[in-house]
């Protein structure tokens, strides 16, 4: 079975995409290497990473959720916002995943339990906002935007002028449970994530096609506005068994009816 496939997008950021098509990123500097995510947990991630670098590789969790720590466990040092331990706890074991990709991913049913990874068993190493990893002639800076998560990291790679938005800013950001802010707070993230934008040219992301043009924040940005102010055309949906509303409407394929992209499911119960 092929678990991975991989493409460069320059010479120091690999995107490696899993067998459920969740995107991870390898970057890598002169002296060592950091993988930001670990995907959904099948195949043996670490053999894999092997194949595209020699350096020492440290792993980032860009936030809790099951299909981006599932293969920490073949890593000895991995960094993640402690504010995130309550979705890491419940979203890494194998019982929680096993049961959450049967109902999202039915076709998943292939692959056996035993083949699951476990989870990370080692302490994760804290992860804060302003953190910078240096990995020669390249530097990582984290970013809090709390949201989706409330120990939501996005991973700002300085000299490659890349960033990483994974699940914080997106073509369908989840503001779907407990864990997530409501509306009001998760527009002052993306304010605060705005004051980076000239630092960047490229936004990559964890899933879909992974990456975005520019505009993707400015679009989510107006999303959060069309909520508050009541503009919103609020589709009614469901993820997850959570009933959501969905700011923009949306055709069969999850586009935008104008074109645009970005888009929030929110869930009505929070308040906004
Ligand atoms: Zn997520």
């Known amino acids: 079975m092929v678990y991975f496939t991989s493409e460069k997008l320059t010479n120091r950021i690999t995107r490696i995409r899993d067998i459920l098509g969740t995107c991870l990123y390898l970057v890598e500097g002169d002296e ?21 670098t020699h350096k020492p590789v440290f792993v980032v969790l860009t936030h809790g959720h099951l299909d981006h720590v599932g293969g920490a466990c073949f890593f000895d040092e991995v960094y993640m916002n402690s504010k995130d331990q309550a ?29 699951y990874n476990p ?21 990582i800076e984290m970013i809090g935007v709390p949201g989706h998560t409330q ?7 300085q000299e490659e002028r890349y960033i990483v938005f994974g699940d914080a800013c997106g073509v369908f950001v989840l503001l779907h449970n407990d864990q997530s802010s409501n509306v009001s707070e ?15 040219d490229y936004i990559i992301r964890n899933h879909g096609t992974g990456q975005s043009p520019k505009e993707l924040l400015d679009n989510v940005i107006e999303c959060c506005d069309a909520i ?8 009614e949906i469901e993820f997850a068994g959570e009933k959501l509303l969905l ?20 869930k009505k119960e929070k308040g906004i």
Not at 186 to 200: A, G, H, P, Q
């Open 32 to 52: 060592k290497a950091c993988l930001l995510d670990t995907g959904d947990g099948y195949g043996n991630l670490k053999e894999y990473v092997e194949t595209l």
């Open 87 to 115: 979705v890491y706890d419940e979203h890494s074991t194998v019982e929680f995943r096993y049961h959450r990709n049967q109902e999202k991913w039915p076709n998943i049913a292939e692959i056996p339990r035993e083949e």
């Open 119 to 139: 989870p990370y068993e080692g302490e994760l190493r804290e992860l804060h906002d302003g953190q910078i990893f240096d990995l020669g002639h390249c530097h």
């Open 151 to 157: 120990g939501m990291m996005c991973a700002l790679i």
């Open 186 to 200: 998760y527009r002052k993230s993306l304010v605060r994530l705005k004051t980076y934008e000239d630092r960047y």
């Open 228 to 235: 508050l102010n009541g503009t919103a055309d609020n589709v």
């Open 247 to 266: 700011c923009k409407a949306v055709d069969g394929k999850n586009g935008r009816l104008d074109g645009k992209e970005g888009n929030i499911a929110y």
